[in-house]
């Protein structure tokens, strides 16, 4: 058979081997998100002077729409309660779903989705340690604002520190409002939708997912309107630095492609008998016809009649 059929036989299985290599890459990045978010800590004084500013650009431009949504939300239990739920769980849920969707499903566009992602995801741990924002809820009381997190934290696992499970606030970094990546994950989550997911309801959520989540971030007293807005942002360099990612990270990956291959190539799996020409030749022989010059006498029981000699009979069997 022509060669050209070996690469299509190897390339098959390559999605479940890529699989090892993209779980630990994928809780690599996660890892450094929440470590980033962690060290990125900066001055208290300076979170609350960011934020202040942030509130006074959005009051000029009338475009605060947190204060009224935050009331919505303080004063109505049965839109509080979600929200919060949705905050402190869906981020975390939905973009790994996602992401394993893409990887079973959508295999062709997945290596792009994923660096796009993760290049995002680094630029944004970027703007948490050169811009710590303090939230809203953490503003004092005289600026209007209520920690809704902390307000019905009795209905869920979290407590009144950001959305870590409840005794566990001390483990995040609660000024790393700027810029919200709960907005940009979820983003990058409704493009996926639109894009791949083929159906009505996929487009509707690919739409209505970010959207939402920009009310509840509001709402929620955990981001301003303009931390949404560089959510989208972030995305959006991510996206345009993701090719000249992939391009050079290619680059670096290749040596180690090349060595798994080498490795794969002389595995115990790919010694099998292989057949050419009409001669067999077994794991322990390197050319065809090997054996016949071991057992030159005609001491080889199988010999075929071409291997005994013009118009030999074929021995008895």
């Not at 036989?9 to 999605?15: K, L, M, T, Y």
């Not at 009338?62 to 004063?75: K, V, Y």
């Not at 924002?133 to 307000?151: E, H, I, K, N, W």
């Not at 709402?219 to 931390?227: E, I, P, R, W």
Request: hydrophobic share 45%; charged share 15%; glycine share 12%.
């Amino acid at each position: 058979m022509p060669q050209t059929e070996t690469p299509g036989i190897e390339v098959a299985p390559r999605p479940r081997l890529r699989w090892w290599t993209e779980l630990p890459l994928i809780v690599l990045v996660y890892a450094c998100y929440s470590a980033g978010r962690l060290l990125a800590r900066g001055d208290v004084t300076s979170a609350v002077d960011h934020g202040l500013t942030i509130l006074r650009v959005e009051k000029v431009l009338h475009i605060n729409a947190e204060h009224p949504l935050n009331r919505l939300f303080t004063s109505e239990a049965w839109i509080g309660v979600p929200a919060d739920f949705w905050y402190a769980s869906l981020h975390y849920m939905v973009t790994p779903v996602i992401l394993v969707w893409l990887f079973r499903s959508r295999a062709v566009h997945y290596r792009m989705a994923r660096t796009w992602l993760m290049t995002s995801t680094f630029i944004g741990l970027i703007g948490f340690t050169l811009l710590p924002t303090c939230p809203p809820r953490l503003l004092s009381p005289g600026y209007g604002f209520v920690d809704t997190m902390a307000q019905y934290s009795s209905y869920g696992w979290w407590g009144g520190e950001a959305s870590a499970p409840r005794g566990l606030g001390g483990m995040t970094n609660q000024y790393a409002a700027m810029p919200s990546l709960h907005v940009g994950w979820a983003v990058w989550c409704g493009v996926m939708l639109w894009k791949y997911g083929g159906t009505r309801t996929a487009k509707v959520a690919g739409v209505g997912y970010p959207l939402v989540t920009t009310i509840v971030v509001m709402g929620t007293a955990n981001h301003y309107f303009l931390d949404a807005v560089a959510g989208a942002a972030v995305m959006g360099a991510g996206l345009l630095l993701a090719p000249y990612v992939m391009r050079y990270g290619g680059r670096v990956m290749e040596p180690m492609r090349v060595r798994f291959a080498g490795i794969a190539a002389v595995s115990p799996g790919a010694s099998a008998s292989i057949v050419s020409g009409g001669c067999q030749t077994s794991a322990s022989e390197h050319i065809p016809r090997q054996r016949e010059s071991q057992f030159a006498g005609g001491a080889e029981p199988s010999a075929s009649p071409t291997d005994a000699g013009d118009g030999a009979a074929a021995p008895a069997r």
